[in-house]
C-alpha cells in the first residue's frame, strides 16, 4: 500500500480525481517526459496481481501490465524507436497548492501499436526481465538469498546508471540450503523465483520503486480486523495499549540536536538514555546509536546489520548506511516518561542523494513499551533489516513511510491506531471554553485500503478460511525417485505445494510445510469483485475493508487490482470456493457398473479437463491433441439426458444416470474442450447415478475402472 500524506488522502476522501499524469519515456531514441496533454487518459492502466482469477496460491511469480496511448495527432512520437523502451509512470494530485506524485513503478514496452492517431504501449513490470532459461554459474550449495541475488544479477538492466530489479537484502528463510543447481529441462528465472517464494511462505513481486520482494500479505492485520474491527476498549480498571501523542510524531520541535551534519559510519554514539527506563530487564542508562541504523541499550559492538548480540535492539533498514543527524527528546505524557530519537540519514554510506534518504523516531515509554515511526522510507537500499529485539523475541516488521509500529514489554507488535491527522486543541469546560478547529479525518494509519465509494460490490456471503497445507515432494537417487506428501492443519480449504525442485529431503518438506503453514493457516477473508472510485494507493498484496451499500465492512485481501484514470477501479479478491478447492485436488474414487453396453463413440466428443493431481493430468494443446500424463486408466461416461452444449461453456452438474463406459482413447477424435466445475464437492463422490453433464461424452481423469 502507498501511504500518501495527510493532504493526498483527505483530496481522495473529497473525491478529487484530477490526475496529474506524469510518464518518463526512456527509448534508444532519448528521453522524453510525457503529461497529461500527450496522454489519451482512458488508456492509462496498470493491473497489478499477486494471484491468478479464482485462485489462492503461495509461490506466485506475476508479471504486472501497464497500458498507456500516446495522442499522436500531430506526429510528436513519430520516429520514436520504442521497442524494449524503460516506461516510468507517476500519478498525483494537488494538494495545498503542489502536485503530489506517487510512483507507480517500472515497465518495459512490449508492445506498440498505432492506429494513425494513437500509439498504444503495452507495457510488463520488471519481473519479466526473469522470463529467461535459469543458466547460471552460481555455486551450488546455495542459499535462496543467493539464488535471488544472482538471479538479480543475471537478469538486471541499467536504468540511469542502476541495475534493476534490485534485490531485497533479507526475506524468511533466506538462509535455506538449496543442495544442486536445479536440472529441469525448460526453466526459467522466474520459475526459480517461485520456487524460493513457496519455500518463504509468500509471493514475489517487483514493487513499484523496482525491488523484488518476497513477502506475504500482512495477517496479523487481517487478523485484527476480523475482530470486529473495532475496540472500544475496557469501561474501567486495567490500562489499554498505549499510543504515540500524535504531536510528537515527525517533528525536531523541542528536541536536541546531538548530530549535526556530520557523518557517522559504522560509528556508535552514545546517547544518555535514563535510570527509569527498563526494557526487557536491561536499564537504558545509555543507548547506542549506530550509523547502520540501529539503537540499542546494551550493545556497542560493531554490526552493518541488524546487531543480533544485543538483549535489547531496535533497527529500521540496518545496513552500511551512514547517520548525519540525530536528535534527543525527553518528555512526560499521561504521566509517562518518554525519550525519543531521531534518527537522520541515507541507506547507504556512500551515497546521499535523495533516494537514499531515511528518517525514523525511536519511541521507548516508561513500563518498557516502544514505537518506531517511519518518518521517510528511502527509495534505495531499503532492503535491510526492520527489526527489533527484546530478550529472545526477536520482531520483523513490513516499513511503510508515514507508519507507527508499536511493541510491548515483551517485544510483541501492538495495534497502534492513533488519528491519521488533525489539530492539537483545548477542549475547554463541559460548558464553556475551548478551541474550534478541525479535526481532520478518521482515518487509522495501518495499511488498509477502505474501499468505501463502490459501484458495484460482488462480495461472497461466507468468509474463506484457509485450514491447511499440502505440500508434494519428491527425492531422488540415481536409481528411484519416491514421491511424498506431507501435510499441517486439516483439508477443508487448503494451499498445495507441487513440484518444486528446492525440497529435496524430509527435513526440507517438514520446514517448508511449517513456514507455508505458519504464513496462510488461520486467513480469514471475504472473496470479492469490487468496482469504485480509484484510488492509486491501493497495490496487489495489500489488506482492504469493503464496504457495501447496506454499510457493511468486510476485511478481504487485494489479489488483483486494476488501477485507470478517468475510469473506475476494479480490485479483486480471489480464492475458490471450499468445494473448488476440495473436488478439484482431492477427486475421490467412484463405484462403476461395467456390466452394460457400449454404445458407438461419437466423433464430437467433449473432453472435461482437470488440474494436474498426484496420479494424472490432462490437457489439449494448441492443435486439438489430446495429452496425457500418469494416467493408467480412461473412462468414458455416457450419460443422459442429452443436454445442449455449446463449445466453451462450463460443464454443470445435477442429475443423470450412466449408460457405458468406454476404455479406450485410441479411436476417439477429440473436437472440443469444456471446463468441469462441480456444482458441489461432494456430488462426484456421491456415485456416478447422481451427478449429470451439460455434454453428451464426458472423459473423466484420475478415476480407476471397477474401484
Request: charge should be negative.
Amino acid at each position: 500500500m502507498i501511504i500518501p500524506s495527510n493532504g493526498f488522502r483527505n483530496e481522495l476522501f473529497k473525491g478529487n480525481r484530477n490526475y496529474i499524469i506524469s510518464v518518463s519515456l526512456y527509448t534508444s531514441n532519448g528521453s522524453y517526459l510525457i503529461t497529461n496533454s500527450e496522454v489519451w487518459e482512458k488508456t492509462f492502466s496498470i493491473e497489478d496481481m499477486v494471484s491468478q482469477d479464482d485462485t489462492f496460491d503461495v509461490g506466485t511469480a506475476i508479471i504486472n501490465k501497464f497500458t498507456l496511448g500516446l495522442n499522436n495527432i500531430t506526429e510528436q512520437f513519430s520516429g520514436i524507436n520504442f521497442k524494449n523502451a524503460v516506461v516510468i509512470p507517476k500519478i498525483g494530485l494537488i494538494v495545498n497548492g503542489q502536485p503530489e506524485m506517487l510512483d507507480k513503478g517500472i515497465f518495459i514496452v512490449d508492445d506498440c501499436k498505432y492506429d494513425g492517431s494513437i500509439i498504444k504501449l503495452s507495457c510488463l513490470d520488471l519481473m519479466e526481465v526473469f522470463d529467461r532459461a535459469y543458466s547460471t554459474d552460481l555455486t551450488y550449495p546455495a542459499t535462496l538469498l543467493d539464488i535471488v541475488e544472482d538471479a538479480c544479477d543475471k537478469c538486471g538492466i541499467t536504468i540511469n546508471g542502476e541495475k534493476y530489479p534490485i534485490a531485497p537484502e533479507s526475506f524468511t528463510n533466506d538462509d535455506y540450503v538449496v543442495s544442486e543447481a536445479p536440472t529441469k529441462e525448460s526453466l526459467s528465472f522466474r520459475e526459480v523465483l517461485s520456487w524460493v517464494a513457496q519455500i518463504a511462505g509468500g509471493f514475489a513481486r517487483v514493487n513499484r520503486m523496482g525491488e523484488l520482494e518476497i513477502k506475504w500479505f500482512n495477517t496479523e492485520l487481517l487478523a485484527n480486523l476480523n475482530e470486529d474491527h473495532y475496540d472500544g476498549g475496557t469501561f474501567r480498571g486495567g490500562e489499554s495499549a498505549p499510543t504515540v501523542p500524535i504531536e510528537y510524531l515527525d517533528t525536531t520541535e523541542g528536541m536536541t540536536k546531538i548530530i549535526d551534519n556530520t557523518k557517522y559510519d559504522d560509528t556508535r554514539v552514545t546517547v544518555t538514555g535514563a535510570d527509569w527506563l527498563i526494557v526487557g530487564g536491561v536499564t537504558c542508562t545509555n543507548l547506542y546509536v549506530c550509523g547502520n541504523s540501529w539503537i540499542s541499550p546494551d550493545y556497542s559492538g560493531s554490526s552493518s546489520g541488524f546487531p543480533t548480540s544485543a538483549t535489547v535492539g531496535w533497527g529500521f533498514n540496518c545496513r552500511d548506511g551512514a547517520l548525519w543527524n540525530l536528535y534527543r527528546q525527553e518528555f512526560t505524557h499521561e504521566g509517562k516518561r518518554w525519550i525519543k530519537l531521531r534518527w537522520e540519514g541515507y541507506s547507504a554510506y556512500n551515497y546521499t542523494s535523495s533516494a537514499y534518504e531515511q528518517k525514523w523516531e525511536l519511541f521507548i515509554r516508561e513500563g518498557g513499551y516502544s514505537f518506531i515511526h517511519a518518518v521517510k522510507k528511502p527509495t534505495s537500499s531499503s532492503g535491510g533489516a526492520y527489526k527489533i529485539k527484546v530478550g529472545s523475541t526477536q520482531t520483523t516488521y513490513t516499513a511503510t513511510t508515514g507508519e507507527t509500529y508499536g511493541f510491548d514489554p515483551s517485544g510483541a507488535v501492538l495495534t497502534v491506531i492513533p488519528y491519521e491527522d488533525g489539530d492539537v486543541l483545548d477542549g475547554g469546560g463541559f460548558m464553556t471554553g475551548g478551541d474550534t478547529a478541525d479535526g481532520g479525518s478518521f482515518i487509522d494509519v495501518r495499511p488498509v485500503n477502505y474501499i468505501t465509494e463502490c459501484f458495484a460490490t460482488d462480495v461472497a456471503v461466507d468468509e474463506t478460511e484457509v485450514t491447511g497445507v499440502k505440500l508434494t515432494y519428491q527425492i531422488k537417487t540415481e536409481d528411484s525417485t519416491e514421491t511424498k506428501t506431507i501435510t499441517s492443519g486439516t483439508m477443508d480449504f487448503k494451499i498445495e505445494v507441487t513440484d518444486n525442485d528446492f525440497i529435496s529431503t524430509d527435513a526440507q518438506a517438514a520446514t517448508v510445510c511449517a513456514t507455508i503453514a505458519n504464513s496462510v493457516i488461520g486467513m480469514q477473508f471475504f472473496r470479492s469483485d469490487v468496482t469504485h472510485l480509484s484510488d492509486p494507493c491501493i497495490e496487489a498484496g495489500d489488506i482492504a475493508l469493503v464496504r457495501n451499500f447496506r454499510g457493511n465492512l468486510f476485511p478481504t485481501i487485494v489479489s488483483r487490482s486494476k488501477f485507470g484514470v478517468s475510469v473506475s477501479q476494479v480490485t479483486n479478491s480471489n480464492a475458490e470456493t471450499d468445494s473448488k478447492n476440495t473436488s478439484y485436488r482431492d477427486l475421490p474414487s467412484i463405484s462403476i457398473n461395467t456390466d452394460i453396453d457400449i454404445p458407438e463413440i461419437p466423433t464430437d466428443l467433449i473432453v472435461v479437463t482437470a488440474p494436474e493431481g498426484d496420479d494424472w493430468a490432462i490437457y489439449v494443446d494448441d492443435m486439438g491433441d489430446l495429452h496425457t500424463q500418469r494416467v493408467p486408466k480412461r473412462i468414458y461416461f455416457y450419460v443422459e439426458p442429452q443436454l445442449e452444449y455449446y463449445p466453451g461453456e462450463t460443464v454443470d452438474v445435477s442429475n443423470a444416470v450412466v449408460h457405458a463406459v468406454y476404455n479406450d482413447l485410441s479411436e476417439v477424435d477429440v473436437t472440443s474442450e469444456c471446463t468441469f466445475s462441480p456444482a458441489q464437492g461432494s456430488s462426484i463422490a456421491e456415485g456416478v447415478t447422481s451427478f449429470t453433464i451439460t455434454a453428451t461424452w464426458v472423459f473423466t481423469p484420475g478415476v480407476n475402472n471397477g474401484s
